[in-house]
């Protein structure tokens, strides 16, 4: 992960996304729209996970 992706992920969590399929996208747009703090947590997570 890197730095770029986690400013991304904090200024706009979809958009850092979005080379992990279009599932993670629509759940981290979801998040963001309910919270701006729960979509970035995903964001981060989605970005962290090792197997993708």
Known sequence: MSIWRVVLS???PPLAVY???CGSIVI????TLLGWIPG???ALIILNNPKS
């Open 10 to 12: 904090v200024l706009f």
């Open 19 to 21: 080379d992990k399929g």
């Open 28 to 31: 981290v747009l979801i998040l």
């Open 40 to 42: 970035v947590i995903a």
